[in-house]
C-alpha cells in the first residue's frame, strides 16, 4: 500500500497539528499502522500505533498531548497532537505493518516535517 503523509509544518510551542496518512488502498484488513519520528541525528522513535481493532499505544512523551485515530471510510490515519513542544520537531513517518499469506509487510510514507518553535 502506498502512503502519503500530509499536515506538517510551522508552529509555536504550545500549538496543535493534525497529521494525516493517506493510503492508496483499504486500511481495514491493515494489522496496525504507525506513526514513527526522527528528529535530526536521533534513531527513529516509534511514537503511537493504531491496529485494526481500533486498540491504540503511544510512546511515553506523546501520551495525553498525541491522538492516533483511522477512518477506514476514507483510508486516512490521522495523528493529531496538541501542546507541541519544540522537542516533537522532527520529520514524522507513518508505515503499514500488515501480513499476507505468508510474510509481514512494512510500507512507508515520504514523511512531513514538524517544526516546533518560536
Known amino acids: 500500500v502506498q502512503l502519503v503523509e500530509s499536515g506538517g509544518g510551522l508552529v509555536q510551542p504550545g500549538g496543535s497539528l493534525r497529521l494525516s496518512c493517506a493510503a492508496s488502498?483499504?486500511?481495514?484488513?491493515?494489522?496496525?499502522i504507525n506513526w514513527y519520528r526522527q528528529a535530526r541525528g536521533k534513531p527513529r522513535e516509534l511514537v503511537a500505533v493504531?491496529?485494526?481493532?481500533?486498540?491504540?499505544n503511544y510512546t511515553d512523551s506523546a501520551k495525553g498531548r498525541f491522538t492516533i485515530s483511522r477512518d477506514n471510510t476514507q483510508n486516512t490515519v490521522y495523528l493529531q497532537m496538541n501542546n507541541l513542544k519544540p522537542e516533537d520537531t522532527a520529520v514524522y513517518s507513518c508505515?503499514?505493518?500488515?501480513?499476507?499469506?505468508?510474510?509481514?509487510?512494512?510500507?512507508w510514507g515520504q514523511g512531513t516535517q514538524v517544526t516546533v518553535s518560536s
Open positions: 488502498g483499504s486500511i481495514s484488513r491493515i494489522n496496525a
Open positions: 508505515n503499514a505493518h500488515y501480513f499476507r499469506p505468508w510474510k509481514w509487510y512494512d510500507d
Open positions: 493504531i491496529t485494526s481493532s481500533g486498540i491504540t
